[in-house]
């Protein structure tokens, strides 16, 4: 799909609410194509009532949704090998009912979870624009 930032927005919504507990998502792609604006739009869609911002730093963020359902944002950029991924609680956030987004789930390696749908962003030759594709 090539879709404009409020088109992103608005996919990202809609794949929110359609999520059900103890779900993986991840989400692939360059620095600068989305990756944390489509997060930022899905937790919208589950209803979390906190400000979404980049765990970069942090690597794992929380928050909490109307339903109750947590919800774990992970980035795992700056991850300096897969074996580092053993410490970012996984098993501890897959044994709730919990929605689990991961950015850059490939530097997690086999620490991450499995991951029920993943997703790919690219830049676009129109800048307005980004390119996303479900990985199968």
Excluded: Q
């Excluded at 979404?52 to 950029?77: I, N, Q």
């Amino acid at each position: 799909m090539r879709l404009r930032a409020d088109e992103l927005s608005r996919f990202g919504e809609a794949l929110g609410r359609g999520l059900a507990g103890s779900t993986v998502l991840g989400f692939s792609g360059e620095m600068g194509t989305g990756k944390t604006t489509l997060v930022r739009a899905v937790c919208r869609g589950l209803g979390a009532t906190a400000l979404v911002t980049s765990p970069t730093y942090s690597l794992v963020h929380h928050y909490a949704t109307a339903e109750g359902v947590p919800v774990y944002h992970v980035d795992c950029y700056r991850l300096r090998t897969a074996d580092e991924g053993r410490d970012l609680g996984f098993d501890d956030m897959m044994r709730h009912r919990s929605i689990v987004l991961i950015e850059w789930p490939e530097r997690a390696g086999s620490w991450a979870p499995p991951l029920d749908r993943h997703f790919t962003l690219n830049y676009d030759p129109d800048p307005e624009r980004r390119i996303v594709e479900e990985i199968s």
